[in-house]
Structures are given as structure tokens and as C-alpha cells.
């Protein structure tokens, strides 16, 4: 199935949940309560073995998620992604190579940047969203805003560590399109499969765009 490019990771939806998938089986149900939820973009981890399984399920199945690959850190991993259906791209860091490979894959992607020098570095190369990683322990909110003056072109998608209440904080921040986080997966729900909850914390994520708004 053929679907739509993205034009904007940051622009989709005020949260990306960032999904760790030990079952497959658990991708598609969970998807499906994400979108209706109000929360579209899925950046699933490629840190166990039922990833790539599980982008290739929602890809197939739930047409109104635009799901994505996180944890991304090798050209293999990238080309392997975009194989499995994936939309956009996420890397914790980048190099030359990962960036390359990045470019080259026809989808949008958000490399990860924790320095001023890392940020400058991707701006001279054209590239103006990033992902802000570890966020919290790189500075948080004090640190992207102190970058906001000097470095108006790059746009960032905080991750690591940001809670619901730290969400509001970040999304507040003009250099800010959106949040990466989990705390609408949380683990006891995920083990019982209480898809209705994840629906309902979703819900709850994608209202922070209203109450975060600006003019």
C-alpha cells in the first residue's frame, strides 16, 4: 500500500510515542488505540527482534498510523526500515555515514543532537529537525531555549526522560515541534494488553497541542 509522504515528523501530532515491541503480535491493537487516541506518528525502536515485524504489521494494517523506526544507528538498519514500510527515521546520534544513508532513504528523519556543536554541524548541511536526545539529561527545556536565540533554524523533537507534566514545558518552547515519549505506554497496561488505556493516555497527549498553542 502506497501512502502519502510526510512532510514533517515534528508536525504530525504533539507527542510520538516511542514503542518497545517484545511481540509483534502486539503492534497492529496497539497502533490502532495510538491513532485513535489522537496520536498518528509511531517511532517503534529497533531495540528487540520483533521490530522490524512490527513496523511491517502497522504499515499493512493500520493505514492511518505513519509509523517510523527509532533507534536507528547503521545504514542497514535504515534501508531495512524503509523495506518494512517505515515513514520517517530516528537515531539517537549520527556520524556521516548514518546521515548519509539517512538522506538517501526518501523518507524524513530526525538525527539526534545533545551539543551545540552537533546542531551547527547538521544545519550546515541543510538538515533543520532534529531529535534532542537524552533530553532531560542533556538540559531539558533551560538548554533548547538558551539555543532558540543563536540557532532560530533548527527545530527539535525533545526525548528522554519527558513526562506528561515536562511535555507542556517543552512544547511551550518555540524551537520545539514536538515531544518523543512513553509515558502513554506504560508497562502494566502493555502486559495486560488494556488497549482502552493506551486510547485514553493517548487522548490525553494529543490534547497538550491545544493547551500549548501558540499565536
Same mark, same amino acid.
Given at each position: ?19 518497545v515491541l517484545d511481540d509483534a503480535a502486539d503492534a497492529v491493537p496497539l497502533a490502532r488505540a495510538l491513532v485513535a487516541?489522537?496520536?498518528? /506518528?509511531? !517511532? #517503534? ?5 520483533? &521490530?522490524?515485524?512490527? $513496523?511491517? +504489521?502497522? /504499515?499493512? !494494517? #493500520? ?5 517510523? &523506526?527509532?533507534?536507528? $544507528?547503521? +545504514?542497514? /538498519? ?15 546520534g549520527w556520524t556521516e555515514a548514518l546521515l548519509t544513508a539517512m538522506r538517501d532513504s526518501g523518507v524524513p528523519f530526525l538525527p539526534g ?103
Amino acid at each position: 500500500m502506497t501512502s502519502a509522504p510526510v512532510a514533517s515528523v515534528l508536525d504530525l501530532a504533539p507527542v510520538i510515542p516511542v514503542v518497545v515491541l517484545d511481540d509483534a503480535a502486539d503492534a497492529v491493537p496497539l497502533a490502532r488505540a495510538l491513532v485513535a487516541g489522537g496520536l498518528p /506518528a509511531i !517511532e #517503534v525502536t529497533l531495540r528487540t527482534p520483533a &521490530a522490524m515485524e512490527a $513496523i511491517r +504489521a502497522i /504499515a499493512a !494494517e #493500520v493505514p492511518d498510523a505513519v509509523v517510523g &523506526a527509532g533507534t536507528v $544507528i547503521t +545504514a542497514d /538498519a535504515v534501508a531495512g526500515s524503509v523495506k518494512a514500510g517505515a515513514r520517517f527515521l530516528v537515531s539517537p546520534g549520527w556520524t556521516e555515514a548514518l546521515l548519509t544513508a539517512m538522506r538517501d532513504s526518501g523518507v524524513p528523519f530526525l538525527p539526534g543532537v545533545s551539543t551545540t556543536s552537533e546542531v551547527v554541524a547538521l544545519l550546515e548541511r541543510g538538515v533543520t529537525e532534529m531529535k534532542f536526545f537524552p533530553a532531560e539529561a542533556a538540559g531539558g527545556t533551560a538548554y533548547l531555549k538558551s539555543l532558540a536565540g543563536p540557532l532560530p533554524g533548527a527545530r527539535f523533537c525533545p526525548t528522554g526522560g519527558v513526562t506528561a507534566e515536562k511535555a507542556l514545558s517543552y512544547l511551550a518552547l518555540p524551537n520545539v515541534g514536538c515531544v518523543g515519549g512513553t509515558w502513554m505506554l506504560p508497562a502494566d497496561a502493555l502486559a495486560a494488553k488494556d488497549w482502552d488505556r493506551v486510547e485514553s493516555l493517548a487522548r490525553e497527549a494529543s490534547a497538550l497541542r491545544e493547551t500549548t498553542r501558540r499565536p
